[in-house]
């Protein structure tokens, strides 16, 4: 039976338009490629979860009521310091706020608020200016020191006193040369769990004459407020 005019331009509409069909499906789009066609339904590989990054740089968050930080000790007299409290810089090359020396910050412990910044050459400057900084602290402030280039040479009995006060086991015996970080609160009733320094040792320095840089980060928790 043949077709009549009408007809056969239906039948001709009907099959072009399922040629379209499966052409597109062959060969359009991404889901509809000839690749994803034969490589089973188009399903894309799922990207690797990036690893979670939290203030400072620190691999798990603090507890409530703490303050997450980090602390970076210069390398030589190349690479500066960096003091990181909170997600914020409070110290670093890029702040144009460190100095040969010892790099201090001091941070209210019961707000965490920022006091004061700054920087004391131990080498060819004067220990009275670390002194006055550091007489007048109020109970619970906390005292965020890293080191750059030579960060003792100017201590005396008194600066050294100071921060075994503060919590330091290295304040005595803190030799030039030497790089180290160091967490410590006005009228702490322990030892500071958060110092760490590197000996000069010409077998081990990664620069001439000085060793590498120092990381400490972890979690201080907050004071409450002080009775009045």
Same mark, same amino acid.
């Given at each position: 039976?043949?077709?009549?005019?009408?007809?056969?331009?239906?039948?001709?509409?009907?099959?072009?338009?399922?040629?379209?069909?499966?052409?597109?499906?062959?060969?359009?789009?991404?889901?509809?490629?000839?690749?994803?066609?034969?490589?089973?339904?188009?399903?894309?590989?799922?990207?690797?979860?990036?690893?979670?990054?939290?203030?400072?740089?620190?691999?798990?968050?603090?507890?409530?009521?703490?303050?997450?930080?980090?602390?970076?000790?210069?390398?030589?007299?190349?690479?500066?310091?960096?003091?990181?409290?909170?997600?914020?810089?409070?110290?670093?090359?890029?702040?144009?706020?460190?100095?040969?020396? +010892?790099?201090?910050? &001091?941070?209210?412990?019961?707000? /965490?608020? $920022?006091?004061?910044?700054?920087? =004391? @050459?131990?080498? #060819?400057?004067?220990?009275?200016? +670390?002194?006055?900084? &550091?007489?007048?602290?109020?109970? /619970?402030? $906390?005292?965020?020191?890293?080191? =750059? @280039?030579?960060? #003792?040479?100017?201590?005396?009995?008194?600066?050294?006193? &100071?921060?075994?006060?503060?919590?330091?086991?290295?304040?005595?015996?803190?030799?030039?040369?030497?790089?180290?970080?160091?967490?410590?609160?006005?009228?702490?009733?322990?030892?500071?769990?958060?110092?760490?320094?590197?000996?000069?040792?010409?077998?081990?320095?990664?620069?001439?004459?000085?060793?590498?840089?120092?990381?400490?980060?972890?979690?201080?928790?907050?004071?409450?407020?002080?009775?009045?």
């Amino acid at each position: 039976m043949r077709l009549t005019g009408p007809l056969r331009a239906v039948a001709v509409l009907l099959l072009v338009g399922l040629t379209w069909l499966l052409a597109n499906t062959l060969f359009g789009g991404e889901n509809g490629s000839v690749r994803h066609f034969f490589s089973g339904g188009g399903m894309e590989p799922t990207p690797e979860p990036r690893p979670r990054r939290y203030k400072c740089g620190l691999s798990a968050p603090c507890p409530p009521k703490h303050l997450a930080f980090r602390l970076v000790s210069g390398a030589a007299n190349v690479i500066g310091p960096k003091i990181c409290l909170e997600d914020k810089m409070l110290v670093s090359s890029v702040k144009n706020n460190v100095g040969r020396g +010892l790099n201090i910050a &001091l941070v209210n412990g019961v707000t /965490g608020e $920022l006091l004061d910044t700054k920087n =004391f @050459d131990m080498w #060819a400057g004067d220990v009275s200016d +670390l002194l006055k900084f &550091l007489r007048p602290l109020h109970e /619970g402030t $906390l005292v965020f020191v890293a080191s =750059f @280039d030579d960060p #003792a040479t100017k201590l005396n009995d008194e600066s050294r006193r &100071l921060f075994e006060e503060l919590g330091s086991t290295a304040g005595r015996s803190w030799p030039s040369e030497t790089a180290g970080v160091f967490v410590g609160a006005k009228g702490i009733e322990n030892k500071s769990p958060f110092e760490q320094r590197m000996k000069n040792s010409k077998s081990s320095n990664k620069y001439e004459g000085w060793p590498e840089s120092l990381e400490m980060d972890g979690c201080i928790p907050l004071r409450p407020p002080l009775e009045a």
